[in-house]
């Protein structure tokens, strides 16, 4: 039984519905097959409800409370609801009954209602006549406090009610007609505070700004620093609008129109942006934002004109508080503070201008607002458009365009001088001057200085009110016609302004996004000015300058003042053209600092202004100085000669000249090392000229010309050397010029490494000329050794009898003498000490052999006649030592040749014998015969022969000996 009971619970959890357990149950009872079966089944069944009698029992004594409290729970919550059917039934029987009573007094209830509504509405037209009769009162207090967004909403209102309700109302008529024109004239008060503070209030806080920082700049005054280009690759945007917004409000850009609120206990115009939304909104109720564009539109431009005249005149006062006066040298970098001030001032405008654009961008696209189709909105780019034209016609004025200032006015570049004789007269020191003391003035009387400060004074506060420029002109201004210019206008200015302009460009073409007018007009202007005007002014003035000192009858005699040298801080005088062209190249390497992005174009100024003044003195150099009857002198000739001008370099000398003889390394065989050098260069030019006369016309006779040719040296050494410092600071990038991609790329512009290439070797061949100078100096004191020393051997007399005339010196001695002293003096003058050694040391050894090698042109010598010759060749000691401050040895050498001629053919042999050989083979030869000439009773050709032949083997005994001890010395050591 208990397994039967067990299957009808299984039975009853496996089935939630009990009607399928019966149905199992009755299927079982009516198939089963006899009684027994039924039995079994009922008592199975008797069984489980007992069972479940027993657990419903438990489940109930379990949980009894619970059980209770859902009984009463029931009963109460039928109770209630019976309840409520009771009271619903009761109101609809009250409702009944009050509705026949009310059907009763109908008539009566319509006539007291109507009269209670026209009550109301007398009321009502009472108390808005009471309101409307206030309006004025109203209106003033919120237009004099400034909540304009108040004062329009009554004033609408208050219009709309006397137009409407009210138009019968005659005791209205005139407050209507007061109310109607002030509701006319009311937006015009709106745009003239919204142009307040689109163009004064925005740009106050900027003009605080550049205050302050004046007021700290006058404390420092240094030098303003040079700008970097470089620096413009992060350009700045106008100025966010959050800088309208005071701390902890929220941005315009993220507030809606619909969001801005006027609040009565806060100043309206501390948020300048909040304010002008408040302004938008109140020309929006007027329906005046037709009006409200077209006045910005027309008043774009005037309002910005004024913004440039504020901050001039500011910028003046400014100047004037910092003691500075507009005629100094330093007034560019005032136009460059105005420059600065009127870009962050029109950026704050332009921000401004955006600011006002989103709110009246919301009030046409709004449903309540006019349709977009019908009012068209300025945009961003008509503002950045006016801000250039109006900066275009400052820069045009400033930069002197018109060229208004040129005519009445000179350069007031006063680095270089027009002529060289103004140029001259800069440098020179000039006289002191007494000054013009008067005996009182007014200007700084206690009178004149308070009355200036009070008008100064009332000019600010006229500047932070209507923003008008009152009270006459200011003092510290230059006058210009009707402008005034806070510096002398002219076209050197853009020099100044350049960077930050071409950076306020980038930030204006960054702000145009992409598009096909990417090149803004600013730009334009820019690069047609620079290209157009002032590359050609330039070159202009330049040329004018190098052609004032180049253009004259000659220009290698024209020396630069002594002024000037302590200027440049040189030893020696420079040509003046040579400093007016490295003035104008140091003028074209500032100016190509300064405009950067041109630097290519100066650079090929610079290359055809050296190019021009190298061939100036290449045509200076031969057809004035060194060529004669169309035929170059000796000494140019050989220096022109690239071999002779090679081994004259190769020597020691030219090497030893580059630096002072305190400064070389010292050599153990110095001496002989230079007397070797001096030798071989002798040789040289004995070979070539010891055995022709030279002609006058040959040599440079006058001193003028050595002298131009030492100034020329020295100038154009100066100038390469000038020139090598000036390139190597050379930055090698190349900067495109703004607007200029096409002529950058194009086939006959060439790139800043071509440029440079030809820019090194302009400078080198200015050191070549100047090398070649050099030489020529060098070679022309040689050459006139020989002009005058081969005709004292070849037509020379001296085989003379002791006498008075054998006493003096040899007439062409002392003109080598008078000319070789006339040379030194003016090279002492015109060349550094190192060159000037360079000239003549070495020449003692020079004449020594032109002498001893004029031996064998002597005809017949005497004892008076050797006499003589060691006299010369003492005069000519005497005046080189005087000059190299040396014993000149050499010259030594010459003298103990001709006194060896006082002996006999023989004595000579032996005294080489005793003495060794201090003379070359053949020297001694021209000496024998020399003295088989001169002397009687010596015998015939084959006794001179003899005697000939006998040297040969002297010499070559000597030096045996001299090549044995010498093998020697070498194993010994």
Known sequence: MAADAGRYRSAMSKSKDPSGLLISVIRT???????????????????AYEKCDRDLDDQIVQHYTELTTAIRTYQSITERITNSRNKIKQVKENLLSCKMLLHCKRDELRKLWIEGIEHKHVLNLLDEIENIKQVPQRLEHCMSSKHYLHATNMLVSAVNSLEGPLLQVEGLSDLRLELHMKKLNMHMVLIDELHRHLY??????????????GSSSAKDTSPVPLIDVTNLSTPRKFLDASQYNTPGAVTVREMSLQEIKEDLDVDPEENSAMFMGVLIKGLAKLKKIPETIKAIIDRLEPELKQIVKR????????????????????????????????????????AAHSIVLGHLHQIVVSPTGPKEGVIKLYDMADVSAKIQSVLQVLLMDYLDVKNTRSATEPSSQISYASTGSDFAAFFAKKRPQRPKQSLFKFESSSHAISMSAYLREQRRELYSKSGELQGGADDNLIEGGETKFVCKPGARNITVIFHPLLRFIQETEHNMGPGPAKQCQLRTFLTYYINDFFLNQVRIEINKEIEAVTKVSDPLKVLASADTMKVLGVQRPLLQSTVIVEKSIQDLINLMHDLSAYSNQFLEMVCDKLKEYKEICNTAYSRGIVQSEEKLTISASWAKDEDISRLLKSLPNWSNMAQPRQLRQKREDEEDFTRAAFAKESEVLTGNLGDKLIPPNEILRDVSDLK??????????????????????????QTMSPGSDSQVNSDHTRTREQIMQTLNDLAKAFQEMADRCLLVLHLEVR??????????????????????????????????????SAIEEVMSASLQQHKFQYIFEGLGHLISCILINGAQYFKRISESGIKKMCRNIFVLQQNLTN?????????????????????????????VVDQGVKYTE????????????????????????????RLKEIVCEQAAIKQATKDKKITTV
């Open 29 to 47: 009872l009516s198939t089963s097959a006899d009684v027994q079966d039924r039995e079994v089944e009922k008592s199975r069944l008797e069984e």
């Open 200 to 213: 004064i209030k925005s740009t106050s806080r900027v003009g605080n700004k550049n205050k302050e920082k």
């Open 311 to 350: 901050s001039t005149t500011q910028i003046a006062d400014n100047a004037y508080q910092r003691g500075e006066s507009l005629s100094q040298e330093n007034q560019p970098r005032l136009l460059l503070e105005l420059l600065e001030l009127l870009f962050d001032k029109f950026n704050a405008v332009a």
């Open 708 to 733: 131009a040719l030492a100034n020329l040296h020295e100038s154009l050494e100066w100038l390469a050397g000038r020139l090598k410092g000036f390139f190597s600071s050379l930055p090698t990038a």
């Open 783 to 820: 050459v006139h050794c020989f002009h005058y020393l081969i005709p004292l051997a070849k037509q020379g007399n001296y085989a003379i009898v002791a006498n008075v005339e054998s006493m003096d010196y040899d007439p062409l001695v002392v003109k080598l003498n008078k000319d070789i």
């Open 883 to 911: 000059i190299t401050m040396s014993r000149e040895a050499d010259l030594d050498f010459a003298r103990q040749y001709y006194e060896m001629l006082y002996n006999t053919a023989d004595e000579l042999l032996n005294l």
């Open 922 to 949: 053949l020297e001694y030869i021209n000496a024998l015969s020399l003295l088989h000439r001169s002397q009687t009773g010596v015998g015939d050709q084959t006794v001179q022969n003899m005697r000939l032949q």
